[in-house]
């Protein structure tokens, strides 16, 4: 069986890729610090998986509990769930081990943690830490109630064919910027520092709508 592990880039430089093959894991981005690169088969990013700009502007100043809602709440839609159902059967109908990445610096913003646990929540699919799986790795590997997780999956991906739902792994530069335009001036600072982009004192809104959208889809 599959196995979904969290980590950081320093973690997983520095002590899972030394003590593991591999090639035997695919590694999702998602993260905007963590470019890929092609040559890797088993490297693939996902953006759509971050938080978006409402949801990032909350953690700055009002707190995790209020961004924790509104990340799980949109962790709910459609289109989201739709990407954590295709991850959770390829680690469990596909036999795959995944290691879900963001950098360093991102990882204070606690979204893998969150992905997880709305994995563990929803689909009875057991997830882990670095350190968690390190301790056995074949046990984490086994899955118990791997029925449990399909009935869910069936259901997930029944929903999907319903609802016609378009997979799109990263953003869509018109999505982003309709959400960017939502948000007031002290808003936008709030998302660009969620995401280490520098916003200089004197810039109006536009400008600051536009160094952002630069950043985030160059």
């Known amino acids: 069986m599959g196995v979904i592990i969290r980590m950081d880039s320093k973690k997983l430089v520095k002590e899972f890729l030394p003590a593991v093959k591999p090639e035997d894991f695919q590694f999702i981005l998602i993260s905007e610090n963590i470019t890929t690169r092609e040559e890797f088969d088993n490297v693939r990013a996902i953006k759509r998986l971050l938080p978006p700009p409402h949801v990032a502007s909350l953690f700055v100043n009002d707190g995790f509990k209020a961004y ?3 990340y799980l709440h949109y962790l709910k839609k459609d289109d989201i769930e739709a990407l954590i159902s295709i991850l959770v059967k390829v680690a469990v109908v ?6 879900l990445v963001c950098s360093k610096s991102e990882n204070e913003f606690k979204y893998l943690k969150l992905i ?42 029944q929903k999907m064919q319903e609802s016609n739902v378009e997979l799109d792994m990263n953003y869509s ?6 959400g960017l335009k939502k948000l007031d001036k002290k808003e936008l600072r ?3 520092k969620s995401r280490n982009i520098k916003l ?4 109006g809104k536009n400008e600051m709508i536009k160094k952002i959208m630069k950043k985030l889809t160059a």
Request: proline share 2%; with cysteine; hydrophobic share 35%.
């Open 116 to 157: 997880c646990e709305y994995i563990e929540e929803v689909y009875g699919l057991k997830t882990y830490t670095l350190k968690e799986y390190m301790k056995d790795p074949e046990a984490a590997q086994k899955v118990k109630n791997k029925d449990d997780i399909m009935r869910v999956l069936h259901k997930k991906f």
């Open 68 to 70: 924790k809602k509104a």
């Open 173 to 178: 530069k018109d999505k982003l910027l309709k």
């Open 200 to 203: 200089d004192d004197d810039m």
């Open 94 to 99: 596909n036999d795959l081990n995944l290691v």
């Open 190 to 192: 709030k998302f660009a």
